[in-house]
């Protein structure tokens, strides 16, 4: 690899040597002879890593001989997206590891950034060679996040009737774009039969031509691209010009049908698209591509930059604009037909849903042409582009793509309803839609308003757990070793409900800010936050729980059902615990446990209550280590009997009657209208139901029943002590 004209020895390319090769539907050995690896020569030279959010662009010609039919120079360019050149890359042209491309075939040399890769096609011919063009000594290097090239793949060479055939036999090699270091998709032509035009597969052992060649397939392919997991390629022919999708997502086997996605024919004749980007705008639903900006070479009516939006199944041009040329001096858009003004070829550019859409293009001149940059805000349509960089002379650029960076984690949105959580489902959809596979290091958010069962197969490990939706219940399933794991956090809002079925492993923190958590396995989380919205269940929560103002603790399925909640420990103030009581038995009351300290301070108790109860009849409601803090109230009691609306009050002095029977920090109901009231004491976590003051009923069995709590407590946490002894 040469930088600035320097060659590096350090990092060879992967070596490619031979394999099985499937062109025209059927797979045919591959000798080693046509598959090498590039073997680099003296310096002391290095790329530097690409940047983060600059581009990449593909730039022909050594600046000093005239651009030609003949093989040039292959350089890439990165620059910012302000127009600040960062390095110049320079592929060799003499080598044994030359890459080269044609001087003046604009339709080849679009390079493409997928993946962590840049993907460069080319001849593996030596610089001023003539009739490149029309070779088979094509030849595809990938580069990685470094600036280095990491595989060199040559193709075969005996054309079409060779055996191998070869793939663009004898025609143009127009586009690549990688899926890994040793894979990637080309696009071309052919010259005569069989047809070995339109896209491949290259697997770094095996050729296939991915693409049918069929009547009314179309077999000479321009740029390729991938969005939303699929394969795309434009293409100007007899039987379709616009963008063309190939097969399902991204195939590897032979003769999958094309279909014409986006039909620029319709809107003029002699449409002749080129570089392409889709993106999702969020209007016809999540991950739906909507958005089209088409790169049109011609110089007349309806070339240069399209615009195309989707409605429904119906794509429709919204506008098209030339760029003025270099002789205007100026730098306008403009519709129609003009003087001097030029049509695009490379396409590059993002999308955000404030800011539109900001592209990036080269224009069509044969030399020292432009890498321009348009924004389109989506209000009014544009008057202006910006001259980022030019060419210079005996230069043309072709391709341009956004830089590659490290392969880093996705944001993946749950993309059904009931499914399975592992590495190789394609449940998921990204911010421009598609349909992925979940790797750990991802982001993942539930969202909408359905829900679903999520049953997790395997050791899922996402950097973070987001579950928005508005309505509706995930319930997410797990066992022994199929569990979430890692040190992932997990982020509970909107109006939806969460449950936990089984263990988690994560350690991150959890934070409940909307709708409910309902914990009915293992909640692993170190530190659990709830704020404006519920956590229950009738699990544990392992770490330390911090209960927020707008928060609520709610043990069992609330509302509606009863059960034992267990924290690590449990503090914050301002926020209300919502406890249920339906019977006397096991498992009628909700009972919330701590391993820990449980803080009153500060926060409210409500208590709902199914039924009547005889004088005497208690409920543990809250099981702790030690406790803290004085509640900030109890809300009137909700009831389907005389309990309901009984009003609550902190006994005023330690000479209250209660303080000296119960102890002191007793609240107390008001009366029944069958005379009874309840009682409940914070410094053992028991309600329980007396009656009028004078009788002996209440000491006897309020104090006993109180007592027999007490010893029962103390006796199972004595053997408990000695079991984990």
């Known amino acids: 690899m040469a930088v600035n004209g320097a060659i590096d020895p350090a990092r060879a390319p992967k070596v490619v040597k031979a394999g099985v090769f499937r062109g025209l539907g059927r797979p045919i050995a591959l000798a080693a002879a046509v598959l090498a690896a590039a073997l680099l020569t003296t310096s002391t030279a290095r790329a530097t890593p690409f940047s983060s959010g600059s581009l990449v662009v593909e730039r022909v010609g050594d600046g000093t001989t005239t651009l030609s039919g003949t093989a040039a120079q292959i350089s890439v360019l ?29 339709s080849q040399g679009y390079l493409n950034t997928y993946g962590g890769y840049v993907s460069v096609s080319g001849y593996n011919a030596a610089a001023g060679t003539a009739g490149v063009a029309a070779s088979n000594t094509k030849v595809n290097s990938l580069l990685d996040v470094t600036g280095e090239v990491v595989t060199r793949t040559l193709f075969p060479t005996g054309g079409q009737s060779g055996s191998p055939p070869s793939p663009f036999s004898s025609n143009n090699y127009r586009s690549s774009i990688a899926t890994s270091g040793s894979t990637f998709y080309g696009t071309g032509a052919s010259a005569g039969l069989p047809n070995t035009g339109g896209a491949w597969y290259v697997s770094g052992t095996t050729f296939t031509q991915v693409s049918s060649t069929a009547t009314g397939q179309p077999t000479n392919l321009r740029n390729v691209e991938i969005y939303n997991n699929q394969l795309y390629a434009s293409a100007a022919t007899s039987t379709g010009t616009g963008i063309w999708s190939i097969g399902s997502g991204l195939p590897t086997t032979a003769s999958n049908t094309s279909t014409l996605a986006i039909n620029t024919g319709t809107f003029n004749a002699n449409a002749s698209p080129y ?45 098209s604009l030339f760029v ?58 544009p008057s202006t582009y910006t001259t980022l960089q030019s060419a210079g002379a005996n230069y043309a650029f072709r391709g341009v793509d956004l830089s590659p960076t490290a392969a880093g984690p996705n944001a993946l949105v749950w993309n059904t309803t009931t499914g399975t959580w592992n590495t190789t489902s394609t449940v998921w959809t990204t911010g421009t839609g598609g349909t992925l596979a979940f790797t750990n290091g991802d982001s993942v958010t539930f969202s909408g308003t359905g829900g679903g069962v999520v049953t997790i197969s395997g050791s899922m490990q996402p950097s973070s757990i987001t579950v928005s939706a508005t309505s509706g219940t995930y319930t997410f399933v797990s066992s022994a070793g199929n569990l979430l794991t890692g040190t992932t ?13 089984g263990s988690t492993a994560f350690t991150g923190s959890t934070a409940v800010t909307g709708g409910s958590l309902l914990v009915n396995g293992v909640l692993s989380s170190t530190t659990t936050t709830v704020s404006g919205g519920l956590l229950g269940g009738s699990g544990t929560v392992g770490g330390a729980v911090q209960l927020a103002a707008g928060g609520t603790i709610a043990p069992g399925a609330a509302p509606g059902g009863t059960g034992i909640l267990t924290l690590g420990s449990l503090s914050g103030t301002g926020g209300t615990f919502a406890m249920e009581i339906t019977g006397t038995g096991a498992g009628q009351s909700d009972q919330l ?43 009137p009691i909700v009831a389907d009997s005389a309990y309901n609306g009984l009003a609550w009050g902190l006994a005023a002095t330690s000479a209250n009657y209660y303080d000296q029977k119960y102890g002191a920090g007793i609240w107390l109901s008001d009366w029944s209208t069958g005379g009874q009231r309840f009682i409940f004491n914070q410094a053992t976590g028991v309600m329980t139901v007396v009656p009028e003051p004078s009788t002996l009923v209440m000491a006897g069995a309020g104090i006993a029943g109180v007592a027999l709590l007490r010893w029962r407590r103390g006796h199972r946490r004595a053997r408990e002590s000695a079991h984990n002894g």
């Open 275 to 319: 570089g392409f980007v889709l993106f999702s705008t969020g209007s016809q639903g999540s991950g739906v591509l909507d958005l089209a900006y088409i790169a049109d070479d011609r110089t007349t009516a309806g070339g240069g930059l399209e615009k195309w939006t989707l409605s429904g199944t119906t794509w429709s041009n919204s506008w």
């Open 78 to 106: 990165e620059v910012t997206k302000s127009g600040s050149l960062t390095q110049t890359i320079i592929l060799p042209s003499s080598e044994s590891n030359q890459q080269t491309d044609a001087g003046q075939s604009t």
């Open 324 to 381: 003025s040329g270099t002789p205007t001096g100026s730098n306008t858009l403009q519709s129609g037909t003009a003087t001097n003004f030029a049509g695009l070829r490379g396409l590059a550019g993002t999308y955000d849903s404030v800011l539109g859409a900001s592209l990036y293009a080269t224009t069509t001149e044969l030399n020292n042409n432009r890498l321009i940059s348009i924004l389109d805000t989506g209000t009014a349509t």
């Open 593 to 635: 446990v701590t391993g820990g300290t449980l803080n009153y301070a500060g926060n409210t108790l409500q208590i709902s209550i199914a039924g009547t109860y005889a004088n005497g009849s208690s409920w543990d409601l809250f099981d702790f280590t030690t406790q803290s803090g004085t509640l900030a109230a109890i809300s």
């Open 489 to 501: 956090g997990l982020a509970k809002s909107g109006g939806g409900t969460l449950i936990l079925s």
